[in-house]
Nanobody
Framework: QVQLVESGGGSVQSGGSLRLSCGVS????????MGWFRQAPGKEREGVAG????????DYADSVKGRFIISRDNAKKTLYLQMNSLKPEDAAMYYC???????????????????WGQGTQVTVTA
């Protein structure tokens, strides 16, 4: 069973930065496509960014392009999301997810991922 544990959330002023981390168990982490998702109260979960195993392919939601950077360290089995120029609308619970086998519907499609972390809260104050 693969487990994912997010950390790094918190409260930040608008314009500030945060770096989220996601530690992943499993022997084949470098083969997993990984993604970051977020869900704000009353809204559907949204795919924020995705990355392939070798970090050669990344994909971002339009709302975060140019501000967020997804990366991974396969030796440390850790996924990151560097969030810069944060806006109040970025406030949400952020989840990391792993795609291990199964069907593939794109790097930011929820259906592509079958293992999820418990989430870390990001609050952005104006």
């Amino acid at each position: 069973q693969v487990q994912l544990v997010e950390s790094g959330g918190g409260s930040v002023q608008s314009g500030g930065s945060l770096r989220l981390s996601c530690g992943v168990s499993g022997d084949r982490y470098s083969t997993y496509c990984m993604g970051w998702f977020r869900q704000a109260p009353g809204k559907e979960r949204e795919g924020v960014a995705g990355i392939n195993g070798g970090s050669s392919i990344t994909d971002y939601a339009d709302s975060v392009k140019g501000r967020f950077i997804i990366s991974r360290d396969n030796a440390k089995k850790t996924l990151y999301l560097q969030m810069n120029s944060l806006k109040p609308e970025d406030a949400a619970m952020y989840y990391c997810a792993a795609a291990i086998g199964g069907s593939w519907d794109g790097p930011r499609a929820e259906r592509s991922y079958n293992f999820w972390g418990q989430g870390t809260q990001v609050t952005v104050t104006a």
